[in-house]
């Protein structure tokens, strides 16, 4: 057998344990708590598809070619129209925008662009795993952001900003990365105060802010906060935003909205990567746009999710409530619940039990990019019918108190 020659990121890649779970989706009678995936029936596949029959029959030279690597400009155009009615954001051309292959391919390239060895930047803990497998491949040099239900904590970052000023440091962090609607995996959302105070700091130190915004548009109940994009501007804020949560996954659409240099940097990067994000599924969605108002299609999609969502909140109150130290969060969107059991859990250690119990979630540990967050676990309710989502809690139950009762911690 041959010995293979790896570099050093070759070397430290590893495989996502959310792909690896979704293989065991489709074992019979399985209940998945796992991927953050959409539920197929909100897609909005008849419109899409006499839209896409007049894109290909009629745009066939464009939709079926090569296309350039910033993006079609029909769907810059749409999008840019999208986000100046939908989030009152204004001034944007379209070298401010570069569509890719969702928004883990734009995590991907920032992480190619910005950071080296020696870079530090600041994420949540716990993290969106992709981003913390996309900056890890450069830099390990992360600075981790306790998260409470109002986001990440803004005084230890002011805290951690004086420490690398006062050390001579400060030149040495790229970017501060957040998700400020809805965190994944974490369901909380940052408010206006620590919105305020992260543009405040960033600006002090003239730092970069990665703004990912996947679920915004997933607004369940209560009033929405203005993105740090439309409060500091492009100059201070690379906004990330996606269709696969929205409109399709399987469409593999996302959009990087900040300063026209950053958006060339990053073109240019795109160029080695992949060349250019899919003709044909940019100018259905471009069409789409035109033709379709997404924030109206989306109503019912919001109707179906928080229905869901309420009703694994009960189910966790109903099964879980008589155990002491568990907690959850309450989010007002999105697609993910953050449980955390009492410490000397594991439930990385779990997932075997979970699994032949017939029920999967996501282990803690997966979302810190050093270590941690090991008696917590990431719960989606947007795939799983009503049905299984009582029962699916029920099996979750009887796994933690089997482990619970294994380990000599009930």
């Known amino acids: 057998m041959k010995k293979f020659a790896f570099s050093k990121i070759g070397q430290k890649l590893t495989s996502s344990i959310i792909r690896e779970l979704l293989k065991d989706v489709n074992v019979p009678g399985m209940i998945s708590f796992g991927g953050g995936v959409p539920d197929p029936k909100t897609f909005p596949r008849y419109k899409l598809s006499e839209v896409a029959k007049d894109v290909l029959e009629n745009e066939f030279a464009f939709s079926l070619q090569y296309g350039p690597t910033e993006g079609d400009d029909v769907l810059k155009e749409a999008y840019i129209n999208f986000l100046k009615r939908n989030d009152n954001i204004e001034g944007l051309t379209k070298d401010n925008?570069?569509?890719?292959?969702?928004?883990?391919?734009?995590?991907?390239?920032?992480?190619?662009?910005?950071?080296?060895?020696?870079?530090?930047?600041?994420?949540?803990?716990?993290?969106?795993l992709g981003a913390a497998s996309a900056f890890s491949m450069n830099s390990?040099?992360?600075?981790?952001?306790?998260?409470?239900?109002?986001?990440?904590?803004?005084?230890l970052l002011e805290e951690k900003l004086l420490e690398l000023d006062k050390k001579g440091e400060i030149s040495k962090v790229r970017f501060i990365y957040v998700i400020p609607n809805f965190h994944n995996p974490a369901g909380v959302t940052l408010n206006l105060e620590r919105r305020k105070?992260?543009?405040?700091?960033?600006?002090?130190?003239?730092?970069?802010?990665i703004e990912d915004d996947p679920y915004g548009d997933l607004r369940y109940e209560g009033e929405g906060f203005p993105s740090l994009f439309k409060m500091a501007g492009k100059n201070r804020v690379l906004l990330l935003r996606t269709f696969s949560k929205v409109l399709s996954p399987g469409m593999r659409l996302g959009f990087v909205i900040g300063h026209e240099i950053l958006i060339r940097k990053l073109v240019m990067a795109k160029q080695a990567v992949d060349l250019c994000s899919p003709s044909l599924t940019q100018r259905i969605a471009g069409r789409f746009l035109e033709k379709y108002d997404l924030k109206e299609l989306l109503k019912p999609t919001i109707e179906i999710y928080r229905k869901k969502k309420d009703l694994m909140l009960e189910e966790l109150e109903r099964n879980f409530a008589d155990m002491e130290g568990v907690h959850w969060t309450r989010p007002q969107g999105g697609l993910f619940i953050?449980?955390?059991?009492?410490?000397?859990?594991?439930?990385m250690e779990m997932m075997a039990s979970g699994k032949k119990n017939g029920v999967l979630f996501i282990p803690g540990s997966a979302f810190s990019i050093g270590g941690g967050c090991d008696n917590s676990m990431r719960l989606s309710f947007c795939l799983p019918s009503e049905e299984n989502i009582i029962e699916g809690v029920k099996r979750l139950k009887k796994t933690v108190v089997e482990y619970g009762k294994e380990k000599g911690l009930l």
């Open 97 to 128: 925008l570069l569509i890719t292959v969702g928004s883990q391919s734009a995590l991907y390239l920032l992480s190619t662009i910005l950071l080296d060895s020696e870079s530090k930047y600041f994420v949540s803990k716990p993290v969106y």
């Open 140 to 155: 390990m040099n992360h600075i981790d952001l306790p998260l409470s239900e109002d986001g990440i904590d803004t005084d």
């Open 197 to 209: 105070k992260i543009i405040e700091l960033a600006e002090k130190y003239d730092l970069l802010i």
């Open 338 to 347: 953050w449980l955390t059991l009492p410490e000397g859990y594991d439930t």
